[in-house]
């Protein structure tokens, strides 16, 4: 409980600083949706996350994790929150408050969208499972009679 406040108080502090730092249109007229392969958690290409700095960066985690389940649809997020449902809400409510006109924050990334929620669930399948795969081989690779280490 106290690491949450901690936390909450420094993704503030930060958000507090490059306030309304982040891209509010685009001239990309296809954004590419991409993974983030360790969270499973979606952004667009057009977002300006890339491009940030990092304690900006570490403070948006949370907002596009509760971002992907409100798009995947809260029924379809099996794979949970970076802390909790509650705390990462509450760093995206935070940050609708420093950067409101973030394109991130346009309805069409923020809401419900069946089509758009099967197409993430297929992707995050894929990517778990080459995940596992590149895990396998790393394993099977490290107990191989032939590996010399």
């Known amino acids: 409980m106290l690491i949450n406040l901690y936390l909450y108080i420094k993704i503030w502090f930060i958000f507090f600083?490059?306030?309304?730092?982040?891209?509010?249109?685009?001239?990309?007229?296809?954004?590419a949706m991409e993974i983030d392969g360790w969270s499973l958690n979606f952004y667009w290409d057009d977002e300006g996350l890339l491009e940030t700095k990092?304690?900006?960066?570490?403070?948006?985690?949370?907002?596009i994790s509760?971002?992907?389940?409100?798009?995947?649809?809260?029924?379809?997020?099996?794979?949970?929150?970076?802390?909790s449902e509650k705390f990462d809400r509450s760093i995206y409510k935070l940050a609708k408050k420093y950067f409101p006109n973030w394109i991130g924050f346009q309805p069409s990334r923020n809401t419900y969208n069946p089509e758009l929620s099967e197409r993430m669930l297929r992707i995050q399948k894929v990517a778990i499972?080459?995940?596992?795969?590149?895990?396998?081989?790393?394993?099977?690779?490290?107990?191989?009679?032939?590996?010399?280490?």
């Open 129 to 149: 499972w080459r995940f596992e795969k590149d895990i396998d081989k790393d394993i099977l690779k490290a107990v191989s009679p032939d590996n010399d280490s």
């Open 17 to 31: 600083r490059y306030k309304n730092s982040l891209p509010t249109n685009s001239d990309i007229k296809n954004p």
């Open 54 to 63: 990092f304690p900006l960066i570490q403070g948006f985690q949370f907002v």
């Open 66 to 83: 509760y971002r992907t389940s409100l798009v995947i649809g809260l029924n379809n997020n099996e794979h949970g929150y970076l802390r």
